[in-house]
């Protein structure tokens, strides 16, 4: 049986910018489902949608607390994914630069 570890430098910033583009579909999948409107109860999909909150809230509630909801008619526009969305890509892409060297 092979096992197969991170030997280089490279190969740590290749699984960082995975972990970022992962973070990054899933906080993606938060933004479309606040769009869409509640289906039936599954419990299946509750427990889904509970994982993607419960994974994604913590990261975006750093930008809520600064950048505030803009108002458009009855409704509101939460523009802080966006923001956490273009400080992750720099983000990552700075440390996994600075991890292969």
Do not use: C, E, H
Not at 9 to 15: I, K, L, P, Q, T
């Amino acid at each position: 049986m092979t096992t197969y570890l991170a030997i280089t430098r490279g190969d740590v910033a290749d699984y960082v910018d995975t972990l970022a583009v992962v973070y990054l579909v899933l906080i993606f999948i938060r933004i479309l489902t606040s769009w869409i409107p509640r289906m039936p109860y599954n419990r299946y999909l509750a427990a889904f949608l509970q994982f993607i909150g419960d994974v994604t809230d913590p990261y975006l509630n750093l930008f809520r607390r600064f950048i505030p909801m803009v108002r458009m008619g009855p409704g509101a526009l939460d523009l802080s994914p966006i923001v956490a969305t273009i400080v992750l890509i720099f983000v990552s892409g700075i440390v996994s630069k600075l991890i292969r060297g």
